[in-house]
């Protein structure tokens, strides 16, 4: 069972910036989507952004205009950059991988924080 490995998460101030990191490895593998979803307190776990293959990314509105997810081509690596943050982002920060070959799975979360 492949699964992802996040990091990046830690406390910044409202307006700041972190850089979450997703690293899944595995022999021959190939994922066709990635994903970042997120889960606050006493919350459902929510979709903030995706990318298919290399190129196609989706974002939840309320991080559309702050929120960047890139994949290294050709690699099994995604970021999510995130810019102008705001209380309400605080949450932990899930990766969800498919790929050919494999269950979906999800990393085991990194925590973000923002507050001042």
């Known amino acids: 069972q492949v699964q992802p490995v996040e990091s990046g998460g830690g406390l910044v101030q409202p307006g700041g910036s972190l850089r979450l990191s997703c690293v899944a490895s595995g022999k021959d593998l190939t994922l066709y989507y990635m994903a970042w979803y997120r889960q606050a307190p006493g919350k459902e776990r929510e979709f903030v952004a995706s990318?298919?293959?290399?190129?196609?990314?989706s974002y939840e509105e309320s991080v559309k205009d702050r929120f960047t997810i890139s994949r290294v081509h050709g690699e099994n690596t995604v970021f999510l950059q995130m810019n102008s943050l705001k209380p309400e982002d605080t949450a932990v920060y899930f990766c969800?991988?498919?790929?050919?070959?494999?269950?979906?799975?999800w990393g085991q979360g990194t925590q973000v924080t923002v507050s001042s």
């Open positions: 969800y991988i498919q790929g050919y070959g494999i269950k979906p799975a």
């Open positions: 990318v298919v293959n290399d190129d196609f990314a």
